[in-house]
């Protein structure tokens, strides 16, 4: 991972920059004492994480964060924790170190950019893979419809009948959860529930014994609740 380091403070920056000497895999590429220089850099390379102290003259860090439009990961550096609760209400921070900084906070840092990392890289897989997953024809009143998996939310068991609930519309079809389940792929498609198959990549919210897609809440039965906990990517 490449990384910046801003800091009005020199004394702060060689600290930070020693402290990344310990990771195997950061690596610092350019060190500023002011946001200012550090915004043109930005505008012309691609860096991983910034360290960036929020208490700097004229333009602080808090500053700096609101002109980014497509931020990379930030790690706070900061003497003074008031500005703490808003920081966190930026999405691109990821943790909030207060000085002096020691080792073991500093790897504990690293150690959660990482896990973040890498949970954006999966999410973002499975997305390229959704937006690729293909077709599939249902047969209503003698038409056939194409839907696209990637738009399946629910399917619902309903008698001889199954509702496929679709970003846009609810098709009813005469045939079985187990013989549409056949034509899905498998690491999309869970069924949570003897009446219920869902697009795992839809899921909003999961509660006790239920989830949320859309706004439909689903229930899981004890039997599938295990592989439903399994495929999901926990903290």
């Known amino acids: ?99 002096p900084i020691t080792i073991e906070r500093f790897q504990k840092s690293i150690h959660k950019l990482k896990n973040i990392t890498a949970r954006t890289q999966t999410n973002d897989t499975v997305k390229r893979e959704n937006s690729d997953l293909g077709d599939l024809y249902v047969n209503i009143d003698r038409r056939l419809i194409k839907l696209k998996l990637n738009e399946i939310l629910v399917i619902e068991a309903k008698g001889d009948y199954i509702d496929i609930k679709t970003e846009k519309e609810v098709y009813h079809v005469h045939t079985s959860l187990k013989k549409i389940k056949e034509k899905l792929p498998a690491k999309t498609f869970l069924q949570i529930h003897r009446s219920y198959i869902i697009n795992f990549t839809k899921i909003i919210d999961i509660e006790d014994n239920s989830v949320l897609i859309e706004k439909k809440v689903i229930p899981i039965s004890r039997s599938n609740r295990p592989e439903l906990m399994r495929r999901l990517n926990l903290l």
């Open 1 to 99: 991972m490449n990384c910046i380091i801003i800091d009005d403070e020199a004394t702060s920056r060689a600290i930070v920059s020693q402290l990344c000497l310990q990771v195997p895999d950061l690596d610092v590429i350019e060190k500023f004492d002011n946001a200012i220089e550090a915004l043109k850099f930005l505008n012309q390379h691609e860096i991983d994480v910034v360290f960036l102290d929020i208490h700097m003259p004229n333009f602080s860090g808090i500053d700096f964060i609101k002109t980014l439009k497509n931020p990379p990961k930030i790690i706070l550096t900061t003497s003074n924790t008031k500005f703490a609760i808003e920081a966190y209400e930026y999405e691109s921070i990821v943790d909030y170190l207060v000085k």
